[in-house]
C-alpha cells in the first residue's frame, strides 16, 4: 500500500468520525467523537503538511476538550414525579415522543394493568419517563424506560435504579428490548437471561 493511499484513508477517517459526531443525540457524545475526527484530521494535515488545516483542528480539539471538561463538572440534580396512566401530561408526553418511543420500545403500549409511572426531572426538566407494572412479588416488568435524546447519557438509569432513587427494591425485567436499547442495559447492571429477557436483579 502506497504512502498516499495511507494518508488518503487517514483523511476519510477524519471525514468519517466529523459526520458521525453531526448524527450524535447526546452533547456529550458528539463532543468526544468530534474531538477524534479532529485528532484524526490533525495528523492528516501534519503528514500531508498542511499548516491551516492544522491551526483549525488543533482549535476544534481544544474547545472540545474545554467542553468535555466543562460538562465533567456539571453537578445534575435529579428529582422525580410519580403520576398515573389517567394523567393528560403522561398522555401528551407519550404522543410528542412516539415516533422516538417507537425506535427503542416498538411493542410499546400502557399496560392494562395496574402500572406505575415516573417522570425523571434534571434539574426540574422532565427528561425522562420510566413505566412498569408489578409481575410477581418483588418482581417488576419494565414497560418503558425513555429518555429524552439530549439527557441520553445513561444518567438517568443510573438514578432511577439507585439504592436511593423512586424505584422500589425488587427485581427488574426488560423483554426483548430492540439493538438500540441493550447497550443502555448492560451499562446499568442489566445482564441477559437464558430465556432472552434482561434482568437486573435486585441490589
Avoid at 59 to 78: C, E, G, K, P
Avoid at 89 to 101: K, P, Q, S, T, V
Avoid at 178 to 184: C, E
Wanted: hydrophobic share 45%; glycine share 8%; proline share 6%.
Amino acid at each position: 500500500m502506497s504512502r498516499a493511499l495511507v494518508y488518503e484513508l487517514i483523511g476519510y477517517l477524519g471525514s468519517a468520525l466529523v459526520v458521525t459526531a453531526l448524527l450524535m443525540t447526546s452533547l456529550r457524545r458528539l463532543r468526544m467523537v468530534s474531538l477524534a475526527g479532529a485528532l484524526v484530521f490533525t495528523t492528516y494535515a501534519t503528514l500531508i503538511g498542511a499548516v491551516p488545516l492544522i491551526v483549525v483542528n488543533v482549535s476544534i480539539m481544544a474547545i472540545n476538550a474545554w467542553s468535555l471538561y466543562r460538562m465533567s463538572q456539571v453537578t445534575d440534580y435529579f428529582s422525580f414525579l410519580s403520576t398515573g396512566p389517567e394523567s393528560a401530561y403522561l398522555r401528551r408526553f407519550l404522543e410528542f415522543h412516539g415516533a422516538d418511543i417507537a425506535n427503542y420500545f416498538p411493542s410499546f403500549s400502557m399496560p392494562e394493568s395496574d402500572c406505575r409511572a415516573i417522570f425523571v426531572l434534571r434539574d426540574l426538566v422532565p427528561a425522562g419517563l420510566w413505566i412498569g407494572h408489578e409481575s410477581g412479588p418483588d418482581d417488576w416488568q419494565v414497560d418503558l424506560d425513555y429518555a429524552i435524546p439530549r439527557f441520553r447519557d445513561s444518567k438517568i438509569g443510573r438514578y432511577l435504579y439507585s439504592p436511593g432513587g423512586p424505584l422500589p427494591k425488587a427485581t427488574f425485567k426488560v423483554a426483548a428490548p430492540s439493538q438500540g436499547h441493550i447497550a443502555y442495559l448492560r451499562r446499568i447492571g442489566f445482564v441477559e437471561s437464558p430465556d432472552g429477557w434482561f434482568v437486573r436483579p435486585e441490589s
